[in-house]
């Protein structure tokens, strides 16, 4: 039996889930079920970096929506880790020491933060370390790919030059990961503006930004029909514009046609064709995971079972290696009665969430 390679990623708990999460993500984690050691969780930390997100009860909410996509959508427990980032304590933890490694310089680089605090008077230190939680989420795991959409590119090759530091200054701790990008679905743009990416923040406010996951296939059809085109009045393959190249690309990724596929099949077409060819296949994906999440929405027992054994074996995993950088950095410090008071907590913590 071949070996599977591990790997890891996650989606934050905010805004509205859409198709290019799916397409970007979500899709190949389940599509590669078999193939992979899938360590996969919801980056409720990482939400935290904004503070619009960290509304307690909507928080709450949004992370078992996440969690009852992932299930939704066909990830199956019994194969990969699902579990909630905030439920094993290392992520914090070593995203802390990578911190202390990682130079200003090299988050200052990074396009996200320079997006997301664009505009913004109160900008957090965690927004700007973001990446080095990421990176430790990855690294703990010793994750070899990490499938994720184009625009976490840049923040897997941080992590690659972070893990590359550690283990120079420190000794062989990581293991390198890669990015897994894929193609057709890797940047999927906005339905009303289609120079600028499909956003799960702008499509929680905004009507026909975005395809919802679990959208209703009437507003599905209605966002895809209202979607921005191009001027001329026939799809032109190889000279699509934004709009046009942006919902073949839609099309392609849940279809996992080829291009030449595609372009048979639109090249000439009207707009109203591709359209109506778009929803229905966008349709056809998503109607079934809308009605699998409204159901695992009622079960919140299961997927609390769910997360609680993904947790288990991801804090396992997790511990390990945070006592190998431990020691790699001398500080490996432990107590039998802090042991006590961390499990006093996890009872705490079951009771009230
Ligand atoms: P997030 O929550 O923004 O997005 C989740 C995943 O969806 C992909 N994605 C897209 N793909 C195609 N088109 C789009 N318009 C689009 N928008 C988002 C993202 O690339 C991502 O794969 N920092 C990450 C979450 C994270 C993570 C990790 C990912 C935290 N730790 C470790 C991988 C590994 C983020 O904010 O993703």
Redesign the pocket.
């Known amino acids: 039996m071949t070996k599977k390679i591990r790997v ?5 708990p ?1 805004g509205k889930l ?1 198709v ?2 799916y ?4 899709s190949t984690w389940v599509a590669q079920q078999d193939n992979f050691e899938g360590i996969y ?1 919801v ?1 409720d930390l ?1 939400a935290l970096t904004i503070p619009e997100n960290v509304v307690p009860a909507k928080l709450n909410e949004k992370v078992w929506k996440a969690v009852s996509i992932y299930l939704a959508a066909g990830l199956d427990p019994k194969k990969s880790d699902i579990f909630i ?1 905030s439920m094993v304590p290392e992520h914090s933890e070593l995203a802390w020491i990578l911190n202390c490694v990682t130079p200003m310089g090299w988050l200052n680089r990074m396009t ?1 933060f320079k997006a997301k605090s664009a505009n913004r008077e109160n900008v957090g230190t965690g927004l700007f370390t ?1 990446p080095t ?2 990176a430790a ?2 690294l703990l795991y010793d994750a070899e790919k ?7 590119k840049q ?2 090759e941080l992590t690659r030059d972070i893990a590359e530091r550690f283990n120079t200054m420190f000794g062989k701790v990581f293991t390198i990961p890669e990015p897994m990008i894929g193609k057709a ?5 906005g339905l009303d503006d289609p120079s600028k ?4 923040s702008v499509g929680e406010v905004t009507l026909y930004h975005s395809i919802g996951i679990v959208d209703e296939p009437d507003l599905i059809a209605k966002s895809i029909k209202k979607a921005k085109t191009d001027l001329g009045p026939v799809v032109v393959y190889d000279a699509a514009g934004e709009g046009v190249r942006n919902l073949l690309n839609i099309y392609q990724a849940v279809t996992k046609e080829t291009d030449d596929q595609v372009k048979e099949k639109f090249e000439g077409k009207g707009y109203g064709f591709l359209k109506k060819e778009v929803t229905e296949a966008v349709c056809e994906v998503l109607a079934p995971v809308r009605q699998r999440y409204l159901a695992l929405m009622e079960d919140r027992a299961y997927l609390k079972s769910v997360v609680n054994k993904g947790a288990e074996h991801a804090h396992l995993l997790a511990s390990k290696k945070v006592s190998q950088v431990r020691d790699a950095l001398g500080i490996s410090f432990s107590s039998p009665n802090l042991e006590k008071a961390f499990f006093l907590r996890k009872e705490l913590l079951s009771k009230t969430r």
């Not at 990490?146 to 976490?152: H, L």
């Not at 679905?185 to 743009?189: F, N, Q, S, V």
């Open positions: 890891f990623s996650g989606i934050q905010t859409h290019g999460n397409t970007g993500a979500l969780c980056v990482h980032q996200q973001y939680l990421m989420d990855i990490v499938p994720a959409g184009d625009d976490q923040h897997i679905g890797a940047r999927i743009m990416k499909m956003s799960k």
